[in-house]
């Protein structure tokens, strides 16, 4: 599994997700109902102007199938957090731990590469599937929450326990003027379905 950068050339098939119902059902949302073209609009401009507050990436196995989408977003350095989000739309690799595997390497490079101190997510509270693979990952329940009429479970997971559990270490980068032992205290607050 690899995690790359998103391209223009992946707008036919991240459309068809995002238009799909029960992929929309399972991210917390409703179908997009712009044609493709207006998508592809949207999407260009995504790609070419990315925000700050988010970095996007699209799934691929080993052969270079495209076969989802993770993301964090929501970064806040001044609480050392992000909201992540993970989709396997091709249904025909759900369930092969493709969505484990994303989920473990993008927290890598969240608390390696960006030194983070905390991840979070949101994931349907009947979404089993994907509460097991956050589970793998190292994400731990924190709450139930309630928002636009549907149920949630919140998760997270610290970059010192994760370290623990995985390998690794964290280590501030040389322009960050925090101390270690400040780079390590936990901020706070991501998902769809990993599958």
């Known amino acids: 599994m690899v995690l790359r ?14 238009s799909d119902p029960e992929l929309a059902e399972l991210d917390a949302t409703t179908p997009i109902r712009l044609s493709l073209d207006e998508y592809g609009r949207h999407y260009r401009d995504e790609i070419n102007y990315p925000s700050p507050w988010s970095v996007r990436y699209a799934i691929e196995t080993n052969d270079g199938v495209h ?12 609480k050392s957090q992000c909201e992540l989000g993970i989709m396997i739309g091709d249904r025909d690799y759900w369930s092969h731990g493709y969505g484990t595997d994303a989920i473990l390497t993008l927290l890598r490079s969240i608390f390696e590469e960006q030194a983070l101190d905390r991840v979070y ?3 349907l509270a009947y979404n089993e599937r994907a ?12 709450e139930s ?5 549907r149920d949630f479970l919140k998760m997270e997971v610290f970059s010192v326990a994760w370290f623990e559990e995985f390998g690794g270490s964290v280590e501030q980068p040389e322009d960050d003027p925090q101390t270690a032992d400040e780079s390590q205290t ?6 769809a379905d990993p599958g």
Not at 5 to 18: E, G, N, P, Q
């Open 5 to 18: 950068a998103k391209l223009f050339s992946d707008v036919d098939r991240d459309y068809a997700w995002r």
């Open 67 to 78: 076969i989802g989408n993770a993301m964090y977003y929501d970064i806040d350095r001044s």
């Open 131 to 142: 509460q097991k693979s956050f589970r793998k990952s190292g994400f731990n329940d924190l």
């Open 186 to 191: 936990p901020g706070a607050t991501g998902a």
């Open 145 to 149: 929450v309630h928002r636009d009429r």
């Open 121 to 123: 997510l949101h994931t």
